[in-house]
């Protein structure tokens, strides 16, 4: 049931404000758990086999996190996060490790090929910062059904953003009221231009990407022109198909009363890499800055170990994106461009902003290609067709493939966010009411046949 699906914009999330409504009148105090329950069901719409781990998961942590309290003991917090980051590597990451075992002519790796929980990267950094945070004394242990609906929120819990414990557990505190008339209207207008993004502009986009990297997994070498189509085509693709997911998210979280935190802000503006992370995925760029290049040493031990944290934890983080060679290569990429960066600021060396924006697009442009790619041949496929070494002869890309990479183009380079949108609303029940027609224009002209993947779920 994905957010783009007509059965989730028209009966699963109209049923679940409806019955908040109803709860919030009569038993204002059971609005957690029946925020719960609905993220459940949300869940479950996926696959009932994976409910139970999340339930499990949820209940073992907590009780963990209780003893800790009870007993002061960190040795219980260094076990969870271990056994929490071993269930991820078990389903995510055990063909992956078993196969650095065919590296040994000897032995003999095997695929089990688990089936992948959805979100099981997303909820298993949530247990980390909450453990992290309650040992460090950032936060404090809450009942089980706040924590439940920390990990399992509907909104957030198949791509994120993550949420500090303390940028949720406060909200939750609070009495709980119907969202007023402005939450309800900035809700709905993130929704729609989230819905927008994803439907008019990232899946066109894949539309023109996918059957390039289909034809070089048949073995064919892309034209200069497609591998360009192929690279330019991603790089949009990908940012307004999961900014568009966390728009949608962040409205429909308004929508319950809940305010998740930005996570992105007009990233490919970026006039460095430094700026670019701070920018992309925010709140993935401040877990990683936060629970592993801190830990690693960050900036306390002199530049050599700092350039060295940067680099294993862009390295880590390109892991924590997919079970393969090509993530790990693309995060090791962005980790030595953040230490270059580093360095030439030590150095004093300055640098003008539209050439720092022609590099960083340039780098992160390219970069995606392996992050798209499948193998490296296949992305080797792609960048020796960037330089015309591919299949002869310059090929040709469609008239509406360049006309919908320069509305993206323009959109991400000068356009107003989403983000910045829906703040500057005013207050008044009237566009609460027009932002809902919109929606329902928006998801009309969509209609089912756009229900498309999420690219960042697969995560």
């Known amino acids: 049931m994905l957010f783009n699906s007509l059965v989730f914009l028209l009966a699963f999330l109209p049923a679940a404000f409806a019955g908040q409504a109803f709860v919030l009148r009569f038993a204002p105090r059971s609005r957690t758990a029946f925020l719960v329950f609905v993220s459940f069901v949300f869940y479950a719409s996926f696959d009932l086999r994976f409910v139970p781990l999340l339930a499990a998961s949820i209940l073992l942590n907590w009780l963990v996190a209780g003893a800790f309290v009870r007993s002061g003991r960190k040795p219980l917090v260094g076990v969870a996060i271990a056994a929490n980051l071993l269930l991820l590597g078990l389903f995510k990451y055990l063909d992956f490790f078993g196969g650095l075992l065919a590296l040994d002519p000897g032995a003999t790796a095997h695929r089990y090929e688990l089936a992948f929980p959805l979100g099981i990267s997303f909820f298993t950094f949530q247990h980390v910062m909450y453990l992290s945070d309650l040992r460090a004394g950032r936060t404090a242990h809450v009942g089980l059904?706040?924590?439940?609906?920390?990990?399992?929120?509907?909104?957030?819990?198949?791509?994120?953003?993550?949420?500090?414990?303390?940028?949720?557990?406060?909200?939750?505190?609070?009495?709980?009221?119907?969202?007023?008339?402005?939450?309800?209207?900035?809700?709905?207008?993130?929704?729609?231009?989230?819905?927008?993004?994803?439907?008019?502009?990232?899946?066109?986009?894949?539309?023109?990407?996918?059957?390039?990297?289909?034809?070089i997994a048949a073995g064919a070498a892309p034209s200069l022109a497609e591998a360009w189509q192929a690279t330019l085509g991603y790089t949009f693709q990908l940012y307004f198909d999961f900014s568009g997911y966390t728009d949608m998210a962040l409205g429909l979280a308004l929508l319950f009363g809940i305010v998740l935190p930005q996570n992105f802000d007009a990233p490919y503006r970026a006039v460095s890499i430094q700026d670019f992370w701070r920018r992309w995925h925010i709140t993935l760029s401040l877990f990683l800055r936060d629970y592993l290049y801190i830990p690693f040493g960050g900036n306390r031990h002199g530049l050599p170990r700092q350039v060295l944290a940067l680099f294993a934890t862009m390295a880590l983080g390109g892991l924590w994106h997919g079970a393969g060679w090509t993530f790990v290569a693309w995060g090791a990429l962005h980790g030595a461009a953040l230490g270059i960066h580093l360095v030439w600021r030590r150095a004093g060396r300055a640098m003008p902003d539209a050439l720092g924006w022609v590099l960083t697009f340039g780098f992160v442009a390219l970069a995606w290609v392996l992050f798209r790619a499948p193998s490296f041949a296949a992305a080797g496929a792609v960048y020796a067709g960037l330089l015309g070494l591919g299949q002869a002869g310059i090929g040709e890309t469609s008239w509406a493939f360049w006309q919908l990479i320069t509305i993206a183009a323009a959109l991400a380079a000068i356009g107003p966010t989403a983000w910045t949108l829906s703040r500057a609303l005013p207050p008044a029940r009237w566009v609460a009411a027009l932002a809902a027609l919109v929606l329902v224009a928006v998801l009309l002209q969509v209609g089912d046949d756009g229900n498309a993947d999420f690219i960042y779920a697969q995560f």
């Open 145 to 215: 059904l706040d924590y439940a609906l920390y990990i399992a929120f509907f909104p957030r819990v198949i791509a994120g953003p993550l949420v500090r414990p303390g940028e949720l557990f406060p909200q939750l505190a609070a009495r709980p009221a119907l969202p007023s008339a402005e939450v309800i209207a900035r809700g709905l207008v993130l929704l729609a231009l989230g819905l927008c993004k994803k439907g008019f502009i990232g899946d066109p986009l894949g539309g023109h990407v996918d059957p390039i990297y289909a034809k």
